[in-house]
């Protein structure tokens, strides 16, 4: 049986997003330890109080315009006819575009956390985690977004099973 050309571009997509996560949290659990700690002294810079809120507010857009471009991609494979190839190429960028703003947003969380010590950071922090869990690709989130049917349905089902 031949190998579907879709199983590879989601494999890297799966493997992309278990790699953000791999890296992000360790990264973040070591600053927030940090920031709780009383015992350690970090010299922070003097930095004024709107320049936290700037950055926090930098990361919580971040956020939104992934979402959003995330969306606005997907709309196109739904108001355009085309091969399921295409279909999943499209999802493909727009999920690793999405990973890559999550990234961001999971790196300078961590950064405003210990800098500014805003709790604000956290929450944005736990936000990204919820994203990138609910952006984490999936067959079934494939079918869904891309609003599948028959016999493309089940040909992104069959990805689950190792043999496709």
Known sequence: MEKDPIRPIYDRLERTSLII?????????????????NTLDFDRPDLPAWLDFVFLGFIYAILAVGYMN???????????????????SIYKDATLN????????????????????????IIAYALTLVLISLGKPSPDRMVRL???????KERVIRIKTRES
């Open 70 to 88: 995330f969306h606005r991609a997907i709309k196109v494979v739904l108001t355009n006819s085309m091969d399921l190839l295409d279909k999943v």
């Open 98 to 121: 999405r990973l890559k703003l999550l990234l961001l947003s999971s790196i300078l969380s961590p950064a405003g956390l210990l800098i500014f010590e805003n709790n604000g950071y």
């Open 146 to 152: 891309m609003r599948l049917k028959s016999e493309e």
């Open 21 to 37: 996560i791999a890296c992000s949290i360790p990264v973040f659990a070591i600053v927030y330890l940090y920031s709780q700690n």
